[in-house]
């Protein structure tokens, strides 16, 4: 990123201590974004942004009045990146993560504080932000029992329905991901991070280099050691230490 290019960004949180400490984390060591501004609860924050017209907003999830979610909704131009600011909410950090929007944990821990800015920044100065599509993606998995998620290649975003996802394939800290219709999408995304993303949609990890989803298996087969044989025609294997998991998952007695 340009070191000469200034961000304008506003902060969104009810807990002053938070929005201050945050404030002076991003003034000391974030010198590319300026704080226009800073909003204490969903109303304050609308105001706020239709105000300024940030480019970034740092967002707290749980505020009086409505959360953060909630706000975004009242705001039909979101032409801006968000960076949510959460204590752990399991439910809100997966539905951001599938959507492809950083966040941070509370308490802030610069560096990922400043690997958030930097990703976002770039984002915003490239132009390639997907920002409709994100926003599209988030709205729906709040609504519908058919989650989506992200895949971000060299290329472009990828926007997919889970259960397109056949299997997942590790190599080291990329994952190949194999959809229904034959795609193969190479990620720069470890397979652990698609197994926390995906272990609740009905996907399980059956050998170290391999996810699969359990509505795409087609068959067990006992010979070899075991392995699955997949809807799409692949033979993925299952490792002996996780057998009787993968078994149990697919309710097979054997």
């Not at 929007?101 to 132009?127: C, G, M, R, W």
Request: charge should be neutral; include cysteine; proline fraction near 2%.
């Amino acid at each position: 990123m340009n070191n000469t290019t200034t961000l304008s960004a506003v902060i969104i949180d009810d807990e002053v201590n938070n929005c201050n400490y945050l404030s002076s984390l991003i003034k000391e060591y974030c010198p590319q974004i300026k704080i226009k501004g800073i909003g204490q609860d969903a109303t304050s924050g609308i105001q706020l942004i239709n105000q300024v017209k940030p480019q970034i907003i740092f967002l707290d999830i749980k505020m009086p009045g409505g959360s953060g979610f909630d706000m975004l909704e009242a705001i039909p131009n979101r032409n801006f990146e968000v960076i949510f600011v959460t204590a752990y909410d399991q439910y809100a950090i997966k539905a951001i993560r599938f959507c492809a929007f950083d966040y941070l944990l509370k308490p802030i821990n610069l560096l990922e504080l400043q690997q958030a800015v930097a990703k976002v920044s770039n984002k915003i100065i490239d132009h390639h932000n997907n920002l409709n599509e994100k926003w599209q993606m988030l709205e729906a998995n709040k609504k519908s029992e058919e989650k989506s998620i992200a895949l971000p290649s060299q290329e472009r975003v990828l926007f997919v329905k889970t259960k397109d996802i056949v299997r997942c394939q590790g190599e080291n800290n990329y994952t190949f991901v194999y959809l229904t219709h034959g795609e193969k999408v190479l990620v720069s995304r470890t397979l652990k991070d698609f197994e926390e993303l995906l272990e609740s949609e009905g996907f399980i990890r059956v050998h170290q280099s391999h996810l699969v989803n359990k509505q795409e298996v087609n068959s067990f087969e006992k010979t070899d050691g075991g392995y699955l044989e997949m809807k799409d025609g692949a033979s993925v294997s299952i490792s002996r230490m996780r057998k009787n998991e993968v078994l149990k998952a697919l309710s097979i007695k054997l």
